[in-house]
């Protein structure tokens, strides 16, 4: 496992129990559970487990599933826990990788020794990493769009995709119809969809309020204003009125709304963050960070305050990473920014066990970039997809700056090393620090991350 078509990462919505996909082993043959986004089984009897690869497992899920060819590119098979989940090759072999999974965990998470010694993987069929959004907007088949469609509600209740309240209420209300039906004058009310809110909207603003919700549980109670929220969004829906109609418009409406999240389709990955120096003492420490990476770019997102804290396209960074040998195990996001108005180079460190996984991951991302063709492949292509090229770039993109919705970033809540180069020299711009400038970076002409030469105003260490 490189990294590339590989790739490990933290644990998704789907990890609600802990699942075994070997239910026995036997000389011959084994029953192996793969578990799909929306928590049904594909139960399949195969010869020969262990020599088995991940392109003949997925082969036969998709027979089971009597998928079409568009899902050997749009779906993958993963090893998922509580801990670790990793994309597999296709020429992996699950059971070897399964019986290897103790050493994945030392090597690629911070897990105490009790939890890697209880934890088992579970076999699962879930969107591919290097799909690329424009071919799933060719997709027509409603069983590859149901399942694009579960995985990507999994990841917004569980609020691994930050998303603005209007933008989940607008979500919320698709699903609504999904499981619903077309919306009736009067059904549901609010106060029912009380009930199981947290299936439709992300569960930290099902518990905004201080206990408010659970305040507004007796009968007759007045409506909160995340369920009345949700309801006039379901309300709005524009529905022919069929209830049995093909919810495949319903589902491409939602993925389509997703594909405004720039993170949508990401492989994620845990790590830390330094906080900046707070208060007298100038205290910090660290917070931790999901870290998104796809075709398109990377994002730093704020664990706990479930908002984008850094977001770069390729273009716009430079990366690098040390490993353990070396000295902590750190991915460094090197990009543009400025310093009390002074143009400068920001240097972000991630502090990850699966920081060697991040930057292989990228690299092998801008590689498919940069290979990719002008004009979308045919749905019958094999192999990982092609990412569309990228938008035309300003002269000079503008300077990242705080806004008020969650996807955009915070560069004042990062704690970064500013410095400019001079020839040969880094010279630091507040605080002090020794680093070294990486060369690792995608240069696409003008726009693109560029270094900051010195000036006599700034302020130098």
């Given at each position: 496992m490189d990294g590339t078509e590989g790739n490990a990462g933290q644990p998704g919505p789907a990890?609600?129990?802990?699942?075994?996909?070997?239910?026995?082993?036997?000389?011959?043959?084994?029953?192996?559970?793969?578990?799909?986004?929306?928590?049904?089984?594909?139960?399949?009897?195969?010869?020969?487990?262990?020599?088995?690869?991940?392109?003949?497992?997925?082969?036969?899920?998709?027979?089971?599933?009597?998928?079409?060819?568009?899902?050997?590119?749009?779906?993958?098979?993963?090893?998922?826990?509580?801990?670790?989940?990793?994309?597999?090759?296709?020429?992996?072999?699950?059971?070897?990788?399964?019986?290897?999974?103790?050493?994945?965990?030392?090597?690629?998470?911070?897990?105490?020794?009790?939890?890697v010694a209880v934890d088992e993987p579970s076999l699962q069929f879930r969107r591919n990493v290097f799909f690329p959004k424009r071919r799933e907007l060719q997709i027509h088949d409603e069983a590859v769009l149901r399942l694009l469609y579960a995985e990507a509600k999994g990841n917004l209740l569980a609020a691994r995709y930050p998303c603005d309240v209007e933008?989940?209420?607008?979500?919320?209300?698709?699903?609504?119809?999904?499981?619903?039906?077309?919306?009736?004058?009067?059904?549901?009310?609010?106060?029912a969809l009380r009930e199981k809110l947290d299936s439709f909207l992300p569960a930290h603003l099902c518990k905004r309020g201080h206990g408010l919700f659970a305040a507004l549980r007796g009968r007759g109670a007045k409506a909160g204003p995340m369920e009345q929220g949700l309801l006039d969004a379901y309300r709005r829906l524009q529905d022919t009125g069929d209830s049995e109609a093909s919810l495949s418009p319903h589902y491409r409406a939602y993925l389509l709304k997703c594909h405004e999240l720039p993170f949508y389709g990401c492989a994620f990955f845990h790590g830390e963050i330094d906080k900046p120096a707070q208060g007298f003492l100038h205290r910090s420490g660290r917070k931790p960070v999901s870290v998104a990476i796809s075709l398109e770019g990377v994002h730093v997102i704020d664990s706990r305050e479930k908002h984008v804290l850094l977001g770069l396209r390729f273009q716009e960074l430079s990366w690098d990473h040390t490993s353990p040998e070396e000295e902590e195990s750190v991915l460094w996001l090197e990009f543009d920014g400025d310093n009390e108005g002074t143009p400068v180079n920001k240097l972000l460190k991630v502090y990850s066990k699966q920081a060697e996984l991040m930057s292989s991951l990228i690299e092998y991302c801008i590689e498919l970039n940069q290979t990719s063709e002008p004009t979308a492949p045919p749905e019958s292509a094999s192999g990982p997809a092609a990412a569309p090229d990228p938008s035309p770039l300003p002269a000079r993109r503008p300077q990242l700056r705080r806004q008020g919705s969650v996807v955009c970033s915070r560069i004042q809540h990062l704690a970064t090393i500013d410095y400019v180069e001079e020839g040969e020299q880094i010279k630091r711009v507040k605080p002090k620090r020794t680093t070294s400038f990486f060369s690792r970076q995608l240069s696409l002409g003008p726009g693109s991350y560029t270094v900051v030469q010195p000036s006599d105003s700034l302020e130098q260490g």
């Amino acid at each position: 496992m490189d990294g590339t078509e590989g790739n490990a990462g933290q644990p998704g919505p789907a990890d609600r129990s802990h699942r075994s996909s070997v239910s026995s082993v036997g000389a011959r043959a084994a029953d192996v559970l793969v578990y799909l986004a929306d928590d049904s089984v594909v139960p399949l009897a195969v010869e020969s487990l262990p020599s088995l690869s991940a392109h003949e497992l997925h082969r036969a899920v998709r027979e089971v599933l009597q998928l079409p060819d568009i899902a050997l590119d749009a779906f993958a098979l993963w090893l998922v826990s509580p801990l670790l989940e990793v994309q597999l090759k296709p020429k992996h072999q699950p059971y070897k990788l399964g019986r290897q999974w103790p050493e994945l965990l030392l090597r690629f998470t911070d897990a105490p020794d009790d939890d890697v010694a209880v934890d088992e993987p579970s076999l699962q069929f879930r969107r591919n990493v290097f799909f690329p959004k424009r071919r799933e907007l060719q997709i027509h088949d409603e069983a590859v769009l149901r399942l694009l469609y579960a995985e990507a509600k999994g990841n917004l209740l569980a609020a691994r995709y930050p998303c603005d309240v209007e933008d989940c209420e607008a979500l919320g209300a698709l699903v609504c119809r999904v499981q619903l039906g077309p919306y009736q004058p009067g059904q549901p009310t609010a106060c029912a969809l009380r009930e199981k809110l947290d299936s439709f909207l992300p569960a930290h603003l099902c518990k905004r309020g201080h206990g408010l919700f659970a305040a507004l549980r007796g009968r007759g109670a007045k409506a909160g204003p995340m369920e009345q929220g949700l309801l006039d969004a379901y309300r709005r829906l524009q529905d022919t009125g069929d209830s049995e109609a093909s919810l495949s418009p319903h589902y491409r409406a939602y993925l389509l709304k997703c594909h405004e999240l720039p993170f949508y389709g990401c492989a994620f990955f845990h790590g830390e963050i330094d906080k900046p120096a707070q208060g007298f003492l100038h205290r910090s420490g660290r917070k931790p960070v999901s870290v998104a990476i796809s075709l398109e770019g990377v994002h730093v997102i704020d664990s706990r305050e479930k908002h984008v804290l850094l977001g770069l396209r390729f273009q716009e960074l430079s990366w690098d990473h040390t490993s353990p040998e070396e000295e902590e195990s750190v991915l460094w996001l090197e990009f543009d920014g400025d310093n009390e108005g002074t143009p400068v180079n920001k240097l972000l460190k991630v502090y990850s066990k699966q920081a060697e996984l991040m930057s292989s991951l990228i690299e092998y991302c801008i590689e498919l970039n940069q290979t990719s063709e002008p004009t979308a492949p045919p749905e019958s292509a094999s192999g990982p997809a092609a990412a569309p090229d990228p938008s035309p770039l300003p002269a000079r993109r503008p300077q990242l700056r705080r806004q008020g919705s969650v996807v955009c970033s915070r560069i004042q809540h990062l704690a970064t090393i500013d410095y400019v180069e001079e020839g040969e020299q880094i010279k630091r711009v507040k605080p002090k620090r020794t680093t070294s400038f990486f060369s690792r970076q995608l240069s696409l002409g003008p726009g693109s991350y560029t270094v900051v030469q010195p000036s006599d105003s700034l302020e130098q260490g």
